[in-house]
């Protein structure tokens, strides 16, 4: 996943208590557009930075920063709480996946 992808929510990212109400069939029963964004940011942990200590999988060695297109979204995979700083607005790997055109 590069910057300039197109993402939506997975079914892991559904699932997460704090984004489950930004899950797809919940939107669908409220007459809500799918959930839309594009990845502006991939940034990966440096190695050798030893705050990161705590990144133990390759999934939570990469966090990506998306630009979403509904007004009503998720800020962070944290959901959309107010405490959280524009630095903690990223979500992991699992937690996104493509979106496919139609064919």
């Known amino acids: 996943m590069k910057a300039g992808d197109l993402v939506t ?3 892991y990212g559904e699932g997460l208590a704090d984004l489950y109400k930004f899950a ?3 939107r669908k029963q409220d007459g809500k ?3 839309i964004g594009l ?3 991939a940034w990966a942990v440096p190695p050798d930075d030893k705050s990161y200590r705590y990144c ?3 999934n939570e060695k990469t966090r990506y920063y998306i630009n979403w297109m509904n007004k009503e979204s998720p800020a962070s995979r944290f959901g959309n709480r107010a405490y959280y700083s524009t630095q903690h607005a990223y979500f992991f790997r699992n937690d996104l996946k493509f979106i496919r055109g139609k064919k």
């Open 24 to 26: 797809e069939h919940r």
């Open 9 to 11: 929510l997975s079914a």
């Open 33 to 35: 557009p799918p959930l």
């Open 56 to 58: 133990n999988s390759e």
């Open 39 to 41: 990845v502006v940011r």
